[in-house]
């Protein structure tokens, strides 16, 4: 392993590393009270750290624009606020020794208390040995060693990934119990761990000598001010620094080459921290779960090309065939003609291979795929949040944004907040935040219905292409003029929603800004909801209106119901299905397409800002290799707060389109296999390669996604037994062949499923008969043009089906639910054991402790009782802060009511 770049320490002392950097930009000679205000707040800023024991490095830029300040923290600062912040640190590995002179002394529990002392000497730690049986033993033991070879050539490189580590026992950690803690081991406080608690620190110090400014404290404040252009930590080293973890991250998990490796997840949770760890689990799990409806998807489309030359009513259609010949409607009123049926033999050859025997089957399947998916990953997420410490994970109270601040500066009514008892502005209810909440949806409605306002104009282009088609007399345009038409249409809508995403995501966050949302977590929640309801709506209601609404209502040659005095979109003969299918087609490929294009390329664009303000650097004789690691990363872009936002959105919209509409699409969950995969290695690339290191941040789950998950699949169940009823020919062939057909065949069907109605007008002695797809009776009969009873069979047997459908997959989810619980037993009885297994390591080194201090050192509880007053005379003279006062943890009222509970040595 080749040393570390020299610039991740301090110049003066190379054994403190750098945890964070701060970049600042000298003030400009222009503004010399803003220059002088600015200066200020940075100096005040620097003491606060300097006080609370940080140790500080400014890098001198040599005149250049820009200034870096290197932050180190202490041993004892790490110890300090990973107790406050309620950290889980990793148990020391107790020797052999120690535990047996544990066990040589009788307890009130006796000795076979010592079973806890398979925490860290045996290799299978807290599992009990299981009951062995002669030969099932041995076979299920051989079983599982061949799995484990099986699954060897995916491992990723043992530098990075080990399949037989066992994980630490952890514990909150305690300076009381330091004992328990090897604090002499330099991995012991992770990367990810110190950014994080310097992250706390730099959003709580204060920047103001001024009492009265109550909210003068944060880092993000401070850049938003411009007092700092970033704060970042750093990169262990660049993608081409062999021995770093990010050079290690980068050729074993970003690297297309190793596309069909597992994915280094704990490595990934410790350079990363845990929210962006567990997002690429879930996507990691939410790919390998595609595989089966991949599989299942590709055989029903399979299914449908070997069979298509079997399908009857196809080879009717087709020249030759029976119905060939057969004389349709016109398409328009004034400039369309009548024409042949067999101009739509290719597209109902197409249809076929998405509408045939296998759609119902694949829509049951998927319905209850989308339950196992979400009842997996359940478990899944309870054992890796159990893995990586934040199963039941109680994040810490938030401070208000510095937006937020800015926005209620002048407003003098103050509240105080019960948790962190500090005052807080408080925005007038009628006068800002309820005209802000109304404006904000106000507008939101408004634009969700510009979206469906440029759905209409894609409808009004489809309509007035058919009518320029139709006189054109080119036979292959004429036969294939649904298929260019749809295909034509949908392109355009993509484009559409794509620039309708776009704006609405610039707008989003200005609306949301106005509804003056306190909190980081509110303001993101309020965000995701105005932006998923918007794309939602974009990206699905085309889709939509195709499958339920298009052909409905259209009514009849010589009485269409018309919409501003034209007739409506009409479907072609068969139906709408296959122009479903085009227009899911399109939308789900180009949108994946396009967005994983603009995802990895645009991070490039905003490399250029910071590349400007580095010009200086860049004309120094020093090349790239010697150019130290906090600059390189400052060229780097930002990850931000929304970072994850955007990479859940595409995800999950994907899942709508693999769950509510897939019986139209079967093809759509191989897609996105295929896409996800490179999705996997694209955004790991992107976050090693194109942004700066991101803080650890810690989450127990996935959040508001995971509930959004679960209503499209409730969505989906209801969708695709619509689509199979409605909108798939799948009913009408049943009742035809079951009631209606003298062999059970469809030899007929087309037939069956076309009207008559006479062309000639009123008075006319000839007689000119063309036909058109619904179900009414002939022109001849006294009760022309009226619905046949064979319209309310057919539409009887649909809703049937929608009922039976429903009620079908509804039991089964239940019963699937009911099978597979949120969380595995054995995570159970470990979670209780591990708890069990740590307190007694507590309560006998307690005594231990106890016992030697008794015949070695009488005088020490003297002296801890001495410590201990005048802690609390400590405490008691600050009982009361002023507002305002420094909201580091060291000053303020939580803090010290945390250090005054300390006293009472609570056992864990």
Excluded at 32 to 44: F, S
Excluded at 189 to 204: A, D, G, V
Excluded at 638 to 667: D, R
């Amino acid at each position: 392993m080749e040393l570390l770049d020299s610039s991740l320490f301090f110049r003066e002392d190379k054994s403190k590393r750098v945890d964070f950097i701060l970049v600042y930009e000298n003030p400009k000679s222009d503004d010399p009270e803003g220059a002088e205000a600015t200066i200020h707040k940075r100096n005040v800023f620097k003491e606060n750290l300097l006080k609370e024991g940080l140790e500080l490095e400014t890098v001198d830029s040599g005149g250049f624009a820009l200034n870096f300040i290197k932050i180190h923290a202490p041993m004892e600062i790490l110890k300090r606020y990973a107790e406050i912040l309620k950290l889980r640190m990793p148990i020391r590995k107790f020797s052999a020794e120690l535990l047996a002179s544990q066990g040589n002394r009788q307890g009130a529990e006796g000795a076979d208390m010592l079973e806890f002392k398979l925490t860290q000497l045996d290799a299978g730690s807290g599992e009990a040995n299981s009951i062995r049986i002669p030969m099932f033993s041995n076979v299920a033991d051989e079983m599982v060693s061949w799995f484990e070879k099986l699954q060897e050539p995916f491992y990723p490189s043992p530098d990075i990934f080990n399949p037989n580590q066992n994980n630490d026992y952890t514990a909150i950690y305690s300076r009381d119990k330091e004992y328990l803690f090897d604090h002499e081991d330099e991995r012991f406080f992770s990367q990810s761990t110190r950014s994080r608690i310097i992250e706390f620190l730099l959003k709580r110090k204060r920047f103001s000598d001024n009492p009265s400014d109550d909210f003068a404290f944060g880092i993000n404040r401070l850049i938003s001010d411009g007092v700092f252009l970033a704060a970042y930590p750093l990169h262990d080293g660049t993608i081409k620094s062999p021995g770093c973890m990010r050079y290690l991250l980068f050729r074993e998990w970003a690297s297309l080459r190793k596309f069909w490796k597992y994915q280094p997840l704990d490595a990934v949770r410790d350079y990363f921290g845990v929210k962006i760890g567990l997002y690429f689990a879930w996507l990691g799990f939410y790919t390998f779960m595609l595989i089966p409806p991949s599989i299942v998807g590709l055989v029903c489309f399979l299914y449908g090309l070997i069979t298509m030359n079997t399908d009857t009513p196809s080879d009717d259609i087709c020249p030759g065939g029976s119905m060939a010949n057969t004389t349709m409607c016109p398409i328009c009123d004034n400039f369309c003609e009548s024409w042949q049926l067999q101009d739509t033999c290719l597209l109902s050859k197409a249809k076929y291979l998405f509408d045939n025997g296998t759609t119902v089957f694949f829509a049951v399947f998927m319905s209850l795929w989308a339950v196992f998916f979400l009842e997996c990953w359940k478990r899944y997420s309870a054992e890796i949040t159990h893995r990586w410490d934040v199963f039941g994970y109680d994040p810490e109270e938030e401070h208000p944004r510095p937006e937020y601040l800015v926005k209620l500066r002048n407003v003098e009514t103050k509240t105080v907040n019960f948790i962190t008892q500090t005052s807080e502005p408080k925005p007038p209810f009628w006068k800002m935040k309820l005209p802000g909440i109304l404006m904000s949806w106000t507008s939101v409605h408004l634009l969700i219905l510009l979206a469906v306002a440029a759905v209409f104009a894609v409808i009004l282009y489809r309509m007035s292409m058919v009518v320029a088609l139709a006189a054109v007399h080119d036979s292959t345009i004429r036969g294939n003029w649904s298929l260019f038409i749809s295909m034509t249409g949908a392109a355009i809508n993509l484009v559409l929603i794509l620039i309708f995403n776009w704006i609405y995501e610039q707008v989003a966050v200005w609306l949301t800004e106005k509804e003056l949302r306190r909190t980081q977590t509110e303001f993101d929640d309020s965000l995701t909801l105005k932006i998923y309801l918007f794309q939602f709506v974009n990206y699905y209601f085309s889709i939509f209106y195709i499958a339920f609404i298009k052909g409905q209502y259209i009514g009849r040659p010589g009485k269409y119901i018309k919409l501003f005095g034209y007739r409506q979109e009409e479907c072609s003969p068969g139906g709408c299905f296959m122009e479903l299918c085009i227009q899911l087609g399109i939308i789900f490929f180009g949108k994946q397409f396009f967005l994983s294009i603009v995802e990895y390329y645009m991070p490039l664009l905003w490399k250029l800002f910071n590349l400007i303000k580095l010009r200086p650097w860049g004309n120094d004789k020093t090349t790239e290799e010697n150019t130290p690691q906090y600059v390189r990363d400052f060229k780097l872009v930002e990850w931000g707060h929304q970072g994850l936002f955007y990479e859940y959105l595409e995800m999950v919209i994907q899942y709508g389109f693999i769950t509510i509409f897939v019986c139209a699409f079967p093809l759509a969950p191989l897609l996105a296999f295929l896409n996800n995969i490179l999705e996997m290695r694209l955004d790991a690339k992107k976050l090693l390669v194109l942004h700066r290191r991101p803080v650890a941040q810690k989450v127990r789950d996935i959040g508001i996604w995971f509930d959004i998950l679960e209503t499209l699949g409730r969505i989906a169940v209801i969708t695709n037994a619509f689509i199979i009823a409605f909108t798939s020919e799948f009913i009408p062939k049943i009742v035809y062949r079951t009631f209606y057909s003298a062999d059970n065949s469809l030899k007929g069907y087309v037939n069956f499923t076309l009207s008559y109605y006479d062309l000639s007008g009123p008075g006319s002695n000839e007689t000119t008969l063309c036909r058109y797809p619904d179900y009414n009776l002939p022109p001849w009969n006294e009760n022309k043009y009226e619905r046949s009873l064979v319209f309310y069979h057919i539409m009887f047997a649909k809703l049937l089906f929608v009922v039976v459908f429903e009620n079908v997959v509804a039991v089964t989810i239940m019963t699937v639910r009911l099978l597979i619980p949120d969380m595995a037993a054995s995570l159970k009885y470990r979670i209780r054991r591990e708890a069990y297994i740590t307190k007694e390591i507590i309560i006998r080194t307690e005594r231990l402790k106890k016992e030697r201090k008794t015949s070695s050192a009488p005088n020490l509880a003297e002296e801890g009782d001495e410590e201990d007053r005048m802690q609390k005379k400590s405490i008691t003279s600050r009982e009361s802060i002023p507002l305002g006062e420094d909201l580091s943890p060291s000053t303020d009222a939580l803090t010290l009511e945390f250090y005054a509970n300390r006293s009472n040595h609570v056992d864990i």
